[in-house]
């Protein structure tokens, strides 16, 4: 160990190699000659997940930590404990970025006609298109405030529809169940999760559940864990995407919600709610399974 220490301080340049010695109680001719001594296979095998929990950790974009490469790198056949690999990061100097705490968001004192709360903080489901959960967020902006409207389905945590507006309005909230719809079009009686908020409390918006064959659902008023699935989405896309970022316009927002959604969090980002896998594959690993019964 006193000579990787010297190893690794020689190699940043620091300080020489005899007065290094001389503070740790060893002698140069030693160090030297444990550096020309052949590596042993141990010390390959570590050199080589080195470089593989870098690649990883780049392929998610520098988001995931230790618990989530550990899991890619077993998907891709590699025998290796959390232990090992969040050592290799600490040594690289690699870090996940950290999700945000999520917090309410919206106004939910509506009380006209509030359907129950049919989940009652149950976020699992049977099969896909069975329950969908929704909400809004806002993102600012250097042309002002850009809100999100997200649908997920619990099954696989995907999303299923999402669009943007510079207005947190009913219609925003309607082309993110327009496209969810369009997408999956699913059977009657799925059952629709949301607070209270005044674009999924309007008339509007439930007369188009009805019209689509949902069954409406609604959190209590002012308690964001009854949808925490959807605010733990938007806690994910801003603690690992949108935050560490500066957007210049809506536009520029959008693009970079789009790439999230489309091309890491459906197809890619590993769920420790669904057994470390993505959306995308836990789906079509239940499809196989269905068509294999």
Known sequence: MKFDFIAEKVADKKFPVRAMCR?????PSGYYAWRKRPKSERERDDE???????????NSKGIYGSPRITEELKAQGRRVSRKRVARKMREAGLRGRKRRPFKATTNSKNSRNVPDNL??????ASAPNRVWVTDVTAIY????????????????????????SATNDTELA?????QAFLTRRPPPGLIHHSDRGTPYASDLYRE???TYGMRPSMSRTGDCWDNAVAES???SIKGEWLDHDWH????????????????????FRRHSSIGYLSPDEFELRAHMATLAA
């Open 23 to 27: 503070v740790l109680g060893v002698s």
């Open 48 to 58: 080589v997940l080195g470089l593989e929990v870098a690649a990883a950790h780049a």
């Open 119 to 124: 989940l009652r903080r149950d976020f699992t």
């Open 141 to 164: 902006t250097g042309t002002g405030w850009l809100y999100l409207a997200a649908i997920l389905d619990l099954f696989s945590r995907a999303v299923v529809g999402w669009a943007t």
């Open 174 to 178: 309607l082309a993110a169940l327009r």
């Open 208 to 210: 188009q559940l009805k």
């Open 233 to 235: 989405f938007f806690a």
């Open 248 to 267: 210049p316009s809506r536009g520029a927002a959008h693009r970079a919600i789009a790439h999230y959604i489309d091309s890491f969090y459906n197809p």
